[in-house]
């Protein structure tokens, strides 16, 4: 963010109804009005899911930076409805557009925003976000953020959140449901009797209760996965790299050979690393037990696909359901093809071979909790500078200000992570009371946190005119 937004209208008036204003910038802040308040506080007792009492019962303080009607949010690309109303309901100046918008346009929308709300098509890209004058913020709703020049963002002081595990349920369910669908080769009956081929076959067709279920990767997927088919009547193994408790009954085993060569069942739950790469080729396919079946609903990089079509072929594996692959098409239509992956028309004359879209997360509940939390988590950062959860800054967060503490900011200072900027910051906060202060850096961006207490409006003007005068400031936000 260039400096000439940040030192454009830092005075604060005071009117006779007591309400103070400020200018349209994020360089500096108000607390909100009375009326808002008090709308505030029955929601925290009420249905907010964002504001709840501290430990010690007090009602938090919503730090507001602005008047609430001024900050200014872009949505597009049809966010779902559980976010874009947590934040209409927060006052914000919410525009809502169903798609994504060409580069031109998108630049001429986001020059004015204080935050903007994506999913995957919109390319947020350093020439965008040059253009960005006021955005401190950029919400993904979705999984990836590819999409953000993140680097970018986080040298400018723009924060990025995203939910990276709203959707974890929705891909589990859809294990649970191959897994019965590859025992009992429902695919190929189904594809067989709509040619209008009746074929009733019981050879080779399994009940999966007392099967061996072996979950590579026990994250947030792998772990759900383990309860629902532990009660479904599986026993479940898993290998990690990192030592977990099991749910239930489930037991961690220590080799991926010792998985392998155990389970009925294999699925994949890992992160795409360069470790993971390949993860499952023809060494491993040949530890497996002989008609035993693969899943991968984790990244396309994981399994050695022309490697496991030798292995289908073969009968080693008797059955595998894939949802994802080393290249996937942009968008809907008859991509899937030699084109796209040179081994994909190979695979897909398999019998018993389940393939999905990369649809693992993608139902209406994900799409619902992924609009929660990534509303709550723009919510939390605009009002309070929160950043857990985010993606290209350190994750620093300070128990609310509450009522009781009337006189009190919030001085967030984003600035280059170099040897001696504390030490100056100290040395401007040092002639108040810092009653908390956190700092954390990443990579080239430190981000620090620091609350004061019993500071003047003057003060305050004061405070963010010293701190501006630092070279190394990237953003300052003073809230209270
Ligand atoms: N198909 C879909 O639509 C869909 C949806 C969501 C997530 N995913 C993918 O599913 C995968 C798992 O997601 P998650 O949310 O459970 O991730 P997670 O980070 O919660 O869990 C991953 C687990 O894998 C483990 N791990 C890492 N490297 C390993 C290795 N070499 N061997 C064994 N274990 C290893 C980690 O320790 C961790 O416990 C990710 O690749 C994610 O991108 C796919």
Redesign the pocket.
């Known amino acids: 963010m260039p400096p000439s937004t940040l030192t454009q209208n830092i005075k604060i008036q005071s009117n006779g109804d007591n309400r103070r204003e400020v200018s349209r910038s994020m360089s500096m802040s108000t607390s909100p009005h009375e009326t808002f308040h008090q709308r505030t506080v029955s929601s925290t007792e009420g249905t907010s899911p964002i504001l709840t009492r501290t430990k010690t019962g007090a009602i938090p303080k919503q730090l507001k930076p602005f008047r609430e009607q001024d900050i200014k949010i872009l949505l597009l690309e049809n966010v779902n409805q559980t976010g874009r109303e947590i934040l209409t309901g927060q006052g914000y100046q919410v525009e809502f557009m169903k798609s994504s918008l060409p580069e031109d346009q998108l630049i001429e929308k986001i020059k004015d925003v204080h935050v903007i709300g994506i999913r995957s098509k919109t390319k947020l890209t350093a020439r965008v976000l040059s253009a960005a004058k006021n955005l401190i913020v950029i919400g993904c709703f979705c999984?990836g953020t590819n999409q953000v020049d993140l680097k970018y963002a986080a040298e400018h002081g723009i924060c990025v959140f995203n939910s990276?595990?709203s959707?974890?349920r929705s891909?589990a369910e859809l294990i649970i449901g191959e897994i019965i669908v590859l025992a009992r080769q429902l695919g190929d009956r189904n594809s067989e009797l709509h040619r209008g081929t009746w074929n009733k076959v019981s050879a080779k067709c399994w009940e999966i209760r007392g099967k061996t279920l072996g979950i590579?990767?026990?994250?947030?997927?792998?772990s759900q996965l383990s309860v629902l088919a532990e009660s479904m009547g599986m026993d479940v193994i898993y290998?990690?790299?990192?030592n977990?408790m099991g749910m239930g009954n489930a037991r961690q085993v220590s080799s991926l050979e010792q998985l392998l060569s155990t389970a009925d069942f294999v699925t994949c739950?890992?992160?795409?690393?360069p470790?993971?790469m390949n993860?499952i080729s023809a060494k491993e396919l040949e530890t497996m037990k002989q008609g035993s079946y693969l899943i991968n609903?984790?990244?396309g990089s994981v399994i050695d696909i022309p490697a496991l079509i030798d292995a289908m072929r073969s009968g080693k594996v008797a059955g595998a359901a894939l949802?994802?692959y080393p290249a996937e098409p942009a968008g809907n239509g008859d991509y899937f093809n030699n084109e796209l992956n040179t081994w994909a028309e190979d695979l897909r004359s398999l019998k018993n071979l389940v393939l999905t879209p990369?649809?693992?997360?993608?139902t209406e509940e994900a799409q619902s909790a992924i609009g929660v939390e990534v509303a709550e988590s723009l919510v939390r950062y605009v009002n309070e500078g929160v950043t857990v959860g985010a993606v290209n800054m350190p994750e620093v967060t300070l128990r609310s200000l509450t009522m009781d503490e009337p006189n009190h900011a919030r001085v967030i200072f984003i600035h280059q992570n170099v040897p001696g900027v504390l030490r100056r910051v100290n040395a401007v906060l040092g002639d108040h009371n810092v009653d908390k202060q956190m700092t954390d850096s990443r990579g080239d961006v430190a981000y620090l946190m620091a609350d004061i207490s019993n500071v003047t409006e003057t003060e305050i003007a004061e405070l963010y005119r010293e701190l501006e005068s630092l070279k190394e400031k990237v953003v300052i936000r003073i809230l209270y």
Not at 239 to 242: K, N
Not at 269 to 273: A, M, R, S, Y
Request: proline share 6%.
């Open positions: 999984i990276p595990f959707n974890s891909v590579i990767g026990y994250g947030h997927i792998g290998y990690d790299v990192v977990l739950h890992v992160p795409e690393l470790e993971t993860l609903a984790s990244r949802d994802v990369h649809i693992g997360g993608s």
